[in-house]
């Protein structure tokens, strides 16, 4: 058993469900379920009961419990222990700027609660940039869009997301909502998007034309936009905006895995222990 297993549990329990529990862990459903159940195989017993509004735990899971928080504790006062010693020096971390602003603050958040005497030094860059520029050693470790690794590379899945279209809340469309929507309508086209061209070919396949009436390469300028009712954008449905809707158009699947890669054994070790305690 690790502290993940320990650290997931603890989440699932005092969460009350599996979902709300990976959203706590900062980490997808499947891998922490995965890690529960390998966690209840080695211990002989399960520890949690699912039932239709999330997850309750087993008598063997309340004594558990107990012990998985003083380990919890335990480690905590170990790493406040540590505090004291001579920091590394700082990470650098390439981000890709398509992804949502508010999930590169937790992972950035969460890797310096790993670690928190190690300074940090970020960079946004395109997709290629970021890859190319982790293989020369300009980077230690990306946030980005995943993809095969390279020989040597490590990853780490946090999330995924998929391309979805932007609308304002006023002007939700009611009913099936398909490619055909954008007919004739404005567009507003992220230029920065490493999805663009793929999506450029799904709307040719549905013959649809629609009429594009602004170029950016800031997320939050499309986001305004659409806010304010000046046209549609297709966008990850990871991004967030009050006044904006997220539609999900039928025949739509552009998907991405977002996550953390690193060369194995980048940043003095560090990046490969941290992603085992992740």
């Keep these: 058993m690790d502290f993940r297993q320990i650290r997931y549990f603890v989440a699932v329990a005092e969460a009350g469900s599996f979902s709300e529990g990976a959203r706590r862990a900062f980490?997808?459903?499947?891998?922490?379920?995965?890690?529960?159940a390998s966690f209840e195989t080695e211990l002989g017993f399960a520890l949690l009961e699912r039932h239709a509004r999330g997850a309750r735990l087993t008598s063997k899971g309340e004594e558990v419990l107990e012990t998985s928080r003083s380990i919890l504790r335990e480690a905590e006062r170990l790493k406040a222990a540590s505090r004291g010693k001579p920091p590394g020096r700082p990470l650098r971390l390439g981000i890709l700027p398509t992804i949502a602003p508010a999930f590169v603050a937790q992972c950035i958040g969460r890797l310096r609660a790993l670690e928190p005497g190690r300074s940090w030094r970020t960079e946004d860059a395109?997709?290629?940039?970021?890859?190319?520029?982790?293989?020369?050693?300009?980077?230690?470790?990306?946030?980005?869009?995943?993809?095969p690794a390279a020989r040597g590379h490590r990853q780490l899945e946090?999330?995924?997301?998929?391309?979805?279209?932007?609308?304002?809340?006023?002007?939700?469309?009611?009913?099936?909502?398909?490619?055909?929507?954008?007919?004739?309508?404005?567009?507003?086209?992220?230029?920065?998007?490493?999805?663009?061209?793929?999506?450029?070919?799904?709307?040719?396949?549905?013959?649809?034309?629609?009429?594009?009436?602004?170029?950016?390469?800031s997320d939050a300028r499309a986001l305004a936009m659409v806010a304010a009712g000046l046209g549609f954008c297709l966008m990850p449905d990871s991004f967030e905006h009050p006044d904006v809707r997220m539609l999900r158009p039928e025949g739509v699947e552009l998907t991405r895995r977002l996550g953390l890669e690193w060369v194995r054994g980048g940043g003095d070790g560090w990046l490969d222990r941290a992603s085992d305690a992740w």
């Design 126 to 147: 395109p997709i290629a940039k970021l890859r190319e520029r982790l293989t020369s050693g300009r980077y230690d470790v990306i946030l980005t869009a995943l993809a």
């Design 27 to 36: 980490v997808t459903q499947p891998t922490l379920s995965a890690a529960i």
């Design 158 to 217: 946090l999330a995924a997301d998929r391309q979805a279209l932007a609308v304002s809340a006023r002007a939700f469309p009611r009913g099936p909502v398909s490619p055909e929507i954008l007919a004739g309508q404005p567009l507003i086209v992220r230029v920065h998007c490493e999805q663009l061209q793929s999506a450029s070919r799904i709307l040719d396949a549905w013959k649809v034309r629609p009429r594009v009436v602004a170029q950016t390469d």
